[in-house]
């Protein structure tokens, strides 16, 4: 059975910043992208970052380039959402989620339906 577990979530200031951890097990961790997915109150979730299986590729949504930084470790089946300079409007439940790629190493994909497995996210909240 898979399972995504997020932490690192919690109350920070306003330009503080976040490490949010995501552990993988049920699955071949190496043979999946990862994404981070956000949802804000009364927001649809959105996209956030991707990383292809091999981490050779990322990708970020436009609000959070050159704030946020996603990483991952395939020796610890973990991914890593590195967020700095935090704004209230990053205020949301962040989700990882699990897209199957066994062909690709460098697919990243944005679309939640793409992904196959997503966790049960973490909270985080900025403060003004």
């Known amino acids: 059975q898979v399972h995504l577990v997020e932490s690192g979530g919690g109350l920070v200031q306003a330009g503080g910043s976040l490490r949010l951890s995501c552990a993988a097990s049920?699955?071949?961790?190496?043979?999946?992208?990862m994404g981070w997915f956000r949802q804000a109150p009364g927001k649809e979730r959105a996209f956030v970052a991707a990383?292809?299986?091999?981490?050779?590729?990322?990708l970020y949504a436009d609000s959070v380039k050159g704030r946020f930084t996603i990483s991952r470790d395939n020796a610890k089946n973990t991914v890593y959402l590195q967020m700095n300079s935090l704004k209230p409007e990053d205020t949301a439940v962040y989700y990882c989620?699990?897209?199957?790629?066994?062909?690709?190493?460098?697919?990243?994909?944005?679309?939640?339906?793409?992904?196959?497995?997503w966790g049960q996210g973490t909270q985080v909240t900025v403060s003004s």
């Open positions: 989620a699990a897209d199957h790629q066994p062909y690709s190493r460098s697919t990243i994909r944005t679309a939640e339906i793409q992904y196959d497995y």
């Open positions: 049920g699955l071949t961790f190496s043979r999946y992208g």
């Open positions: 990383i292809s299986r091999s981490g050779d590729s990322t």
